[in-house]
């Protein structure tokens, strides 16, 4: 009778997995296991954020299994050791797990890899979380992409919508004494600040599956301009499940398409768009594999001789707490701290007030987003952060600063978004609520700050550093 042993990480889901469908197809029994070792990720350990969703998405999956008369085997330590202490006490000759990206974690699992092949037991590692592999996807010259048009163009024809996994029945369950209850990770934050996430989420496969009806059934109609719109549900919400692995890129590609091919032909919704921002997350992975090292080094080397402003601690503070005076900067801000999850074209905003207007390193906002976001992930978070900033791949060129004025007054016209994360200034006139510092009176009354920064000034600031570089 063979055991296998399958170390979930992050594809916490049944459905589409294939690590798990490839082990319940070849063994007797299986292992269902999650080690918490977070000292192996280095300097980019999960943050707060991450962890509380972690917790609460680990007990959605051990609900899923004992659905299937199975459960989840919970330990804590090093990878590598508790794995041999599993394969030794259950008498595995498999271990299958479904591969991560990050520098740290291709680097542990192939000598994990390495060690447990030597001593004889087999080990399986799947795709479960892309399109492609970043390894597949090349120029004619065999380097990779840097930009994204052409990375999309090449990708793009390889996506087919292709039906997912179904949920593998296990064999058998395979237990084994020492399991640790879900508490013994203490991953859950011990501040308050933790139930606006609970209002705002459900993590696990159930939670990802009804955002994605909903998503089917609404905003993908009229995604091209809605998802430009905080104040509206005209996105998917679906990228913290993506990151851990509770829905697959091909669950919504399939899904999406079959929707579209049973939509009457003249209301039938054009899902190419939301594909490409599937294709972005792809780029992100892409480039983090192939440059490891930009998490923390600028993509451009040009911007390492950047003059950024020296290190404002009270000035990051201010934004990190949406206490700016700038309307939109301090509602995103809030919506963050709040939800854990913020509007992306609001990201590309309150980071460019950071690294232009503020003229702050893009690694302080890098870090923020990494410990208050529930999605965040180490390819996006740095794409995201680099691209903002002008030195990354395929970034926005620096002289683009985003105007968080001219911004609020074209995607938030009404001021919805604004009031929702500014209940001092929910009384404001319209006329008002963008530019509140026009009326002092108004800012002593409500306590609303006065803004940090002069937009005008900033912006030709910033500027004259870029210029420096020329």
Not at 284 to 309: E, G, I, K
Not at 322 to 328: A, H, M
Not at 403 to 416: C, I, M, S, V, Y
Request: hydrophobic content about 40%; charged content about 25%.
């Amino acid at each position: 009778m063979s055991t296998a042993l399958v170390l979930f990480r992050r594809d916490l889901r049944v459905t589409d997995n294939p690590a798990l469908s490839a082990a319940c197809a070849a063994h007797d029994r299986v292992l269902p296991v999650f080690i918490h070792s977070p000292g192996e990720d280095g300097e980019w350990a999960t943050g707060a954020a991450s962890r509380w969703w972690l917790h609460h998405a680990l007990a959605a999956l051990d609900d899923r299994l004992r659905e299937k008369a199975a459960a989840l085997h919970l330990r804590k330590g090093d990878t590598w050791t508790v794995l041999r202490e599993l394969v030794r006490d259950s008498g595995a000759t498999a271990v299958y797990w479904n591969r991560l990206y990050e520098p740290a974690t291709i680097a542990r699992d192939m000598r994990i890899k390495s060690v447990l092949q030597a001593e004889g037991v087999a080990v399986h590692s799947q795709n479960a979380s892309l399109w492609c592999e970043p390894w597949q996807i090349a120029t004619q010259q065999g380097q990779p992409y840097k930009v994204f048009t052409p990375y999309w163009r090449n990708l793009r024809p390889q996506v087919q919508a292709s039906e997912p996994l179904p949920a593998p029945r296990l064999p058998g369950w395979c237990k084994l004494p020492g399991n640790l209850p879900l508490t013994a990770l203490e991953l859950l934050p011990r501040i308050a600040w933790a139930g606006g996430l609970a209002a705002s989420w459900q993590p696990g496969e159930a939670g990802a599956r009804e955002l994605l009806e909903i998503f089917g059934d609404d905003a993908i109609g009229d995604y091209a301009h809605a998802r430009d719109l905080p104040a509206r549900h005209g996105t998917s919400r679906l990228s913290p499940h993506l990151h851990f692995g509770e829905i697959s890129p091909r669950q919504i590609h399939a899904e999406l398409d079959r929707r579209a091919r049973a939509a009457d032909a003249k209301r039938r919704p054009d899902i190419e768009p939301y594909l490409r921002e599937l294709g972005w997350r792809e780029f992100a992975h892409h480039l983090l594999y192939h440059f490891p090292r930009t998490p923390v080094d600028n993509f451009n080397p040009r911007f390492d001789s950047f003059p950024w402003a020296p290190a404002d601690p009270a000035a990051i503070e201010r934004w990190q707490h949406g206490r700016t005076g700038i309307p939109l900067v301090d509602a995103g801000m809030r919506e963050l701290w709040h939800t854990g999850w913020m509007h992306n074209r609001v990201r590309m905003i309150v980071g460019s007030f950071l690294t232009k207007n503020l003229r702050q390193h893009w690694q302080h906002g890098a870090r923020w987003f990494w410990d208050t976001l529930v999605d965040a992930d180490l390819a996006n978070n740095t794409l995201g952060w680099q691209w903002v900033a002008g030195c990354g791949a395929d970034a926005a060129p620096y002289f683009r600063v985003f105007n968080p004025l001219t911004q609020a007054k074209r995607f938030d016209p009404e001021g919805h978004y604004l009031r929702r994360w500014l209940p001092e200034l929910e009384q404001a006139s319209p006329a008002l609520l963008h530019e509140p510092w026009k009326d002092q009176a108004l800012l002593r009354r409500s306590g609303y700050p006065p803004p940090m920064v002069d937009l005008g000034v900033s912006r030709q600031r910033a500027l004259d550093a870029y210029q420096s570089l020329c």
